[in-house]
C-alpha cells in the first residue's frame, strides 16, 4: 500500500480513528508518519492529521480549475493553506466541501446563534407563511370578515420585512 | 502606551480566584467572525487587510466593553511586547507573528480580548478565572451582539458564521478550560483521559493551543466540532466532561497519597529543592517543578506558600517577562541563570515541605 502523503513510499503506518461513529483510515510511510507527528506518545495531533488528510482529498474529488469569482482562490491554494480565501468560497467550493464538513463537524447545518438583524427577518417571513395558510383556510371557509382582517396583517407584515431588509 | 505599563502586575492576575481554582486554571470562549465582502485575511493583499483592520478597529473600540481598553496595530508592538501578550494568555502565537493589518484591542480587567486580522477577521475571546465557561461565553456574546449592529458579518443560514478554515464555520465557537493535572500524570493515567476526551469530539492541547506540548501539568479541553451544535450545548457538554476530569484528578490525588505518599513527597519536595537552590534552569524544567509545587500546596505541604505565588512564578519564569525586567538583551544561558536567581530569591522565606 502506499503511503497517502507522499504517494510514494510504501505505507507502514496504519492509522484508525472513530469519530462520531465514522471510521476514518489512514496509510502513512515511516516519514510521513513522523512529520506529521503520529508517532507522538500522546496522539495528540491525530484527529487534525485525519482532517487535514480528509481536506485534500475531498477537494480532489471535484472539478480542478474552478477558480472564486469573488477573491480568485483555487483549490489548489486551498490543498497549500487548508483555509479558504473569502466566504464566496463557501458556495464556489460547495461540492467539494460538503463530504469534508460532514466528516468533521457534527452536523451540516448550522444550529446555535443568529445575527439578530436576519433572525429578525427569517422571524417575519415565517410569520408570513402562516398569515398565508390562515387566508387561504379563511377563503376556503368563505370566512370574508377573517379573511380581510389576515389580509391586513399580511400588508403589515410584508412591510416591516421589506424596511428591515432595506436597511 | 506599551503593552507592559496597561497590563496588570502578574502577581495581581495570579491572584483572580474563581470556582474550582484548584484544578482549572481558567476559562475561555472564542469567537471567529468575518465581514462580509472582504478576503479571509491569509489570502487578502496587504492593502486589503489595512483597509479591513481600519474599518474593524474603531467599531470594537466603540463597544461598551472596551472603554478605557488598550488598542494596538500589531506592527506598533515589540516582539517583546508580543510575547508577553502570549505568555499571558492573551494571543494567540499566530497573532503575535502578524504585522502591519492586524491589530489588537484589550479591556482594562484583562477579561476581553479581540485579535483583528489574525486567521480570521475578528477572533474575539472572553477569560474568566477558574471554571466559569457560562459566565464567557455570556460575555463573548453580548460583545458579539453589539458589534454585529456596527460590522456585517458573513453569515448564511445552512453554514453560520463563515470562517477561514473550515474546522470553525457555524457558531465559530471554541470553548476551553486550561487544566492542571499534575495527579493523572503521575499517577500515568493521563492519557486515558486524552483518548476518552478525543473519542467525545474534543481536543486536547498543550500550554500555549494548539501543537503545543503539556508543559506544567497543563492541559486544555477544547470543542473541535462548530457545526451542527449549538452554543449553549458546546458549553453543557463540555462543562459535563469538566466535571468528570476534575473528578478524576481529584481521585488521582487521594489514590496517590493513599498508595504511594513517599513517591508524591519525593517528587514536591525534590522539586522544592531544586527551584530554590538552583542556579541554571530552564523555562521548561521550571514549568514542570512549579506544577510539582503547585500540587504540594493544593495538598497542604506548605506552610508560608500560596497557591498565587506558584502561579505568578509560572508567569515571571517565562522567557519574555524575565527578558522583561532586564534592560539588556538576554541569551538562553543568561536567562537561565536569572531565572534560577529569581526562583531562589523568591523561595528563600518558604520553608521546606512537610510530609503528614
Known sequence: ?167 | MAVHDFLSPVADAARREGPYNKIVLSSRVRLARNVRGLSFPGWAKKPERVKALEMIRPAVESLPQMADSFSESMDNLSVLEKNILVERHLISREHAAKNAGSGLVLNREESLCVMINEEDHLRMQALRPGLQLRQAWHAIDQVDSKLEKRLEYAFTPELGYLTACPTNVGTGVRVSAMLHLPGLVLAEQVNQIIQAVNKLGLAVRGLYGEGTEALGNVFQVSNQMTLGESENDIVERLNKVLAQIIEHEENARTMLLEKKPKTVYNHIGRAYGILANAHSISSKETLNLLSLMRLGVDLGMFNDLERWQVDELFTTTQPAHLQKVHSEKLSAEERDLLRADMLRDRLKDVTRPRAK
Open chain 1, 1 to 167: 500500500m502506499q503511503c497517502c502523503v507522499c504517494k510514494e513510499r510504501e505505507a507502514k503506518v496504519h492509522l484508525t480513528q472513530i469519530v462520531q461513529d465514522k471510521m476514518q483510515k489512514v496509510a502513512l510511510c515511516e516519514e510521513c508518519a513522523k512529520q506529521k507527528g503520529v508517532n507522538d506518545p500522546t496522539g495528540l495531533s491525530r484527529a487534525d492529521l485525519l482532517l487535514g488528510l480528509g481536506a485534500s482529498q475531498e477537494m480532489e474529488q471535484s472539478a480542478s480549475d474552478v477558480k472564486c469569482s469573488n477573491c480568485g482562490f483555487t483549490q489548489a491554494d486551498f490543498k497549500k493553506a487548508g483555509r479558504l480565501g473569502c466566504a464566496e468560497c463557501y458556495e464556489t467550493f460547495k461540492e467539494g466541501l460538503e463530504g469534508l464538513l460532514k466528516s468533521m463537524h457534527k452536523g451540516t447545518k448550522h444550529v446555535g446563534k443568529v445575527p439578530q438583524s436576519l433572525q429578525q427577518s427569517r422571524d417575519l417571513s415565517d410569520r408570513l407563511k402562516n398569515l398565508q395558510r390562515k387566508l387561504d383556510k379563511a377563503v376556503a371557509e368563505e370566512d370574508f370578515e377573517q379573511a380581510a382582517l389576515v389580509r391586513d396583517e399580511i400588508k403589515m407584515t410584508r412591510e416591516k420585512l421589506t424596511t428591515l431588509s432595506a436597511s
